[in-house]
């Protein structure tokens, strides 16, 4: 089992451009979620997807936008980037229905200029 | 909406000497859970507390949820160089939201 894998690991953009982050789980989670970190905080809810159809807003979801696009991958899309989107996301998934031990992926380092 | 807070933000030890963080929800949570984050790394899952008052032990690790399921603690007995790394605390109040806290930074002095 490969857990949760998030693409590209690294990516830098110009303010404006767009971009999806992708994630993927194989352990036939129900949820999934995505997460920033600035640097020295914690984790922030961007969005998030307690079961395959649905997704939520978090505490930070504007400029952003998800797909469950099935049981297994959760994206994340930048429409226009913007300097304050420089950070570090994280992809995470649990098996939901009370049980929220969330396995992350390895982070995407973005960087707006 | 929902909010929670950790205490304190960073914690310096001589290895040896026990730590302690604590976690508040604005809420009343279902569960939380806590998690371990090396530098450069992600979140790692420790524990998750479902009921009020639960108390669970990893061998130096002990974790408890309090009455009202609006905070918790994580204690850490004699540390060890090992344990360095920022401990979150994150709570579900509904139930599949889960918020983090925003850490303790634990460095440990050998």
């Known amino acids: 089992n490969a857990g949760v894998t998030q693409t590209p690991k690294f990516q830098v953009l110009k303010t404006g451009q767009s971009m999806t982050l992708q994630c993927a789980q194989d352990?036939?989670?129900?949820?999934m979620y995505w997460y920033r970190q600035d640097p020295g905080m914690g984790l922030r809810l961007i969005y998030y997807?307690?079961?395959?159809?649905?997704?939520d807003k978090g505490e930070v979801p504007n400029g952003y936008n998800v797909s469950r696009l099935n049981k297994r991958e959760f994206s994340l899309r930048l429409e226009s980037a913007a300097p304050s989107q420089t950070s570090v996301y994280f992809c995470?998934?649990?098996?939901?229905?009370?049980?929220?031990?969330?396995?992350f992926g390895p982070g995407t380092r973005l960087t707006v200029l | 909406g929902q909010q929670v807070m950790q205490i304190p933000q960073y914690q310096h030890v001589q290895e040896g000497e026990d730590f302690t963080t604590y976690c508040n929800s604005s809420t009343t949570l279902s569960n939380i859970q806590w998690y371990k984050q090396r530098p450069g790394g992600h979140p790692v899952f420790l524990i998750q507390?479902?009921?009020?008052?639960e108390v669970k032990k990893q061998k130096r690790l002990t974790f408890q949820f309090g009455e009202a399921k609006k905070n918790s603690s994580l204690h850490i007995t004699a540390t060890q160089t090992t344990d360095v790394g920022t401990y979150f605390c994150?709570?579900?109040?509904?139930?599949?939201?889960?918020?983090f806290g925003p850490g303790t930074s634990l460095s440990v002095i050998p």
């Open positions: 997807s307690a079961s395959e159809g649905t997704t």
């Open positions: 507390l479902v009921k009020s008052g």
């Open positions: 994150a709570g579900a109040a509904s139930y599949d939201k889960v918020i």
């Open positions: 995470a998934s649990t098996p939901g229905w009370g049980n929220n031990e969330q396995f």
């Open positions: 352990m036939n989670h129900n949820s």
